[in-house]
């Protein structure tokens, strides 16, 4: 699977802003995708997954209520759609994925075999 992460950029504290990553590969139809982000000098953290064994989407607590994950099949994409973003969302977003018979822990980088290659949001206060 290849992933290719876009949509960054510089958004005031409020705003809103749309993620995409697009994938590619004959199992990508077939594989969980999250999203993750990493702030200078910080771990890689959890942000946002959708489990396609439970159909369930998984948030970190941090963005619950304002970001959303999606998924367009047809177009080979998932969306993290960022509302009221916050200057604390600064930060590379990577989005990652793994297929979905593998049991991993989908909140942890490890949990995942194939990664974008980021995309940066700042966000201004």
């Known amino acids: 699977v290849q992933l290719q992460a876009f949509g960054g950029g510089l958004v005031q504290a409020g705003g809103s802003l749309r993620l995409s990553c697009a994938g590619s590969g004959r199992t990508f139809s077939s594989s969980v995708v999250g999203w993750f982000r990493q702030a200078p000098g910080k771990e890689r953290d959890f942000v946002a997954v959708?489990?396609?064994?439970?159909?369930?989407?998984g948030y970190a607590d941090s963005v619950k209520g304002r970001f959303t994950i999606s998924r367009d099949n047809a177009k080979n994409t998932v969306y993290l759609q960022m509302n009221y973003v916050k200057p604390e969302d600064t930060a590379v977003y990577f989005c990652?994925?793994?297929?979905?018979?593998?049991?991993?822990?989908?909140?942890?980088?490890?949990?995942?075999?194939?990664w974008g290659q980021g995309t940066q949001i700042t966000v201004s206060s």
């Open positions: 959708r489990d396609l064994r439970s159909g369930s989407p």
């Open positions: 990652a994925a793994v297929h979905m018979m593998k049991r991993t822990d989908l909140r942890q980088p490890s949990g995942y075999d194939s």
